[in-house]
């Protein structure tokens, strides 16, 4: 699809999804492990984002999932849902490992989901952030994103604040 840095965005494929669950349990203990029990956040993995499921997705017709591949290695994700019947394009995950983070991969993730929203003529891709990861949050928000309303987010025993933001993409 893309690349920039050595970093190159394409869609995920079945062969990944190893990789992508190890990637979203290290990013999952390193950002959200500050306020939510590490056992929600694995059980939360094995149910939600269990190899079947990871491959259910991968399978769905309105949904697309990318990966950043740097050095070799699954360095970032993105997991993106289309509802044609509310015209709504969500951004469901951007998850950059730690050690790649604050080198580009996210922004190039991010840039690589709006341009497959234009490409479906989306005006605008919406997204969900808990509020106590406040560095996401700053990050959305300079790259245009402005929060429309909070609810909460459940992760099997944990509630948290989650921000819904929005960047219209589109214009005629």
């Known amino acids: 699809m893309s690349s920039d ?10 062969n990944d999804i190893p990789e992508v669950r190890e990637l979203l349990r290290v990013t999952w203990h390193d950002t959200y492990g500050k306020y939510i029990p590490g056992a929600d956040l694995d059980t939360y ?5 269990s190899e079947a ?8 017709e309105r949904e697309d999932c990318f990966v950043a591949v740097s ?18 394009f969500y951004l469901i995950s951007l ?20 341009s497959f929203g234009l490409e479906y003529r989306f005006e605008k891709i919406t997204l969900g952030v808990m509020e106590a990861n406040s560095d996401s949050v700053e990050w959305y928000k300079r790259q245009g994103f402005t929060v429309v309303r909070d609810e909460p987010f459940t992760w099997v025993n944990t509630t948290v604040n989650h921000l819904i933001m929005e960047k219209v993409i589109f214009t005629q």
Do not use: C, F
Request: charged share 30%; hydrophobic share 40%; proline share 2%.
């Open 95 to 114: 998850y950059v490992l730690p050690e790649y983070q604050g080198k580009g991969t996210g922004k190039l993730l991010l840039e690589n989901a709006i």
């Open 53 to 60: 499921k990871l491959a259910e997705i991968l399978d769905a």
């Open 71 to 88: 050095d070799g290695n699954i360095s970032g994700w993105t997991r993106l849902r289309r509802d044609d019947d509310n015209d709504i």
């Open 45 to 49: 993995l094995d149910t939600v984002y």
């Open 5 to 14: 840095n050595n970093v190159q965005i394409r869609l995920a494929e079945v």
